[in-house]
């Protein structure tokens, strides 16, 4: 069995450090990539140093998901050495056209978005800020150097032929990489030791928005039925005993989706005044990502019949059905 040996790298944003995970043989490839930017390229290449690499010795790089923290440094890479980026054709769009991609999702964020939840105009400037940035910094991987692989393909990683499975929630392009004579997984952002957010992203037609924390509960459910010894994440250590995990995980969503009923059955039917209530003692920025999680809970009280929507005045209003 060869075990990848994790390489931690810095972000700037609140999940902390990211993981690019490095095999070196039977060729020196990576999962994952890290940040965009001079800290983040600098803690990779002093990791590869000591391993005897440079980034120039690197043959590929796979990407697990079109999030910029696995995926920043993809463009140094082929511009370091010969490695090819490989990404699932799904997400390809994310490395080929960011700036594309990224307006997209400004536009979708600024009309449609973010007037529905009454994100305060403060927070809207933060979080369309944040985005822009983002697409202003982001650098696309040349087409001759992206190569693309579908779920279902089997992917050569450490001299043995992982599955690419498709997990959708935190991001609807997630793959994921299992092993199953060995029962290693390579999780990304699917499996956390904390519960990732399902990211609203810009759906298909622009409006109707696609509810994720149902779907990454399933996501789930289908990562708990895998045997598995060995999971690597895109955060943290690499660890064991995924379907304990996963049981605190989906405890803890069913508890803080039952205080999201209570809530709006107490009254509370703006998006923005459940948040201030369950992310009271959060900063205001940790209160965005908040409100991804909450949109979440209250897809699945949706799911469950138990909670509708409208529009109200042009916002979101949540109620009890039947209440
Ligand atoms: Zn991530």
New binding site residues.
């Given amino acids: 069995m060869n075990v990848p040996i994790r390489l931690e790298l810095p972000t700037e944003f609140e999940?902390g450090t990211?993981n690019a995970w490095l095999f070196r043989e039977p060729e020196p490839i990576l999962v994952d990539c890290g940040v965009p930017g001079a800290a983040s390229w600098q803690a990779l290449t002093a990791a590869l140093a000591a391993h005897n690499l440079t980034a120039a010795d690197l043959q590929r790089v796979v990407v697990t998901?079109p999030?910029v923290?696995?995926f920043g440094l993809a463009h140094c890479l082929t511009e370091a050495g010969p490695a090819q980026v490989w990404i699932a054709d799904l997400g390809a769009d994310w490395l080929l056209y960011p700036q594309k991609k990224w307006q997209e999702r400004i536009d979708y964020y600024r009309d449609v978005f973010l007037p529905q939840v009454g994100l305060p105009p403060e927070m809207q400037t933060l979080v369309l800020g944040f985005f822009q940035h983002m697409q202003a910094t982001s650098v696309p991987v040349a087409a001759e150097r992206l190569t693309t692989f579908r779920v279902g393909d089997e992917l050569p990683l450490g001299g043995l032929a992982w599955q690419v499975l498709h997990m959708p929630g935190h991001a609807s392009e997630m793959t994921c990489f299992y092993q199953p004579e060995t029962r290693q997984f390579f999780s990304?952002?699917m499996l956390l030791p904390r519960t990732?957010t399902p990211v609203v992203e810009r759906p298909s037609d622009g409006k109707t928005r696609t509810p994720s924390l149902p779907i990454y509960m399933e996501s789930l459910a289908r990562v708990e039925a895998l045997e598995i010894d060995e999971v690597y994440p895109?955060?943290g250590r690499a660890f064991s005993q995924h379907r304990e995990l996963i049981r605190r995980q989906r405890q803890r969503i069913h508890q803080r989706q039952e205080e999201a009923y209570q809530l709006v059955a107490q009254g509370h039917h703006h998006l923005m005044e459940i948040v201030n209530r369950m992310y009271a003692n959060r900063p205001l920025e940790a209160r965005f990502a908040g409100m991804w999680m909450l949109l979440g809970y209250l897809d699945l009280l949706q799911a469950e019949g138990r909670l509708d929507y409208t529009l109200k005045d042009g916002l979101l209003y949540y109620f009890v059905v039947g209440g």
């Fill in positions: 999940v990211v998901h999030h923290d696995h990304a952002d990732p895109g955060h």
